[in-house]
């Protein structure tokens, strides 16, 4: 499901396991910048496939410590995807091969910006 149509210099995002009120500000907070578009959604890390030549970055729901087992997968395939987890508490843990760090909610344009830069500049 594309918000936008994406262009060479689009950062396209894949959601994943987000719903109801969750899925409303997080897509709120990332449509309608022209240079991020939501590329895929899906229920949960086990629908999330191998996404690494079609997203630049994942934001996907934290349910628990960590990421699962397919959103690992995705950071370190070949080409890997960086993942932002959202946490209940509106936390937001950034994995892309480096250090997690967290940081606030309101973070989450800069931090989908950066992950998807340094993910552009390694492929």
């Known amino acids: 499901m594309a918000d ?3 262009t060479s210099r689009t950062i396209r995002v894949a959601l994943a ?3 109801g009120l969750g899925d409303a500000s997080v897509r709120g907070c990332l449509s309608g910048h022209a240079d991020i578009a939501i590329v895929t959604e899906c229920a949960g890390p086990d629908m999330l ?3 690494t030549a079609e997203v630049d970055v994942v934001v996907a729901r934290r ?3 960590g990421i699962p087992d397919p959103f690992r997968r995705q950071l370190f395939a070949q080409g890997g995807v960086p993942i932002i987890a959202i946490a209940d508490d509106g936390r937001l843990e950034i994995y892309d091969k480096r250090v997690l760090r967290q940081v606030a909610v309101d973070e ?3 931090e989908v910006r950066r992950v998807a830069a340094l993910t552009r500049a390694t492929r």
Do not use: H, K, S
């Open 108 to 110: 989450l344009l800069a």
């Open 49 to 51: 496939g191998d996404l």
């Open 63 to 65: 349910a628990g410590d």
């Open 17 to 19: 396991g987000f719903a």
């Open 4 to 6: 936008t149509v994406p």
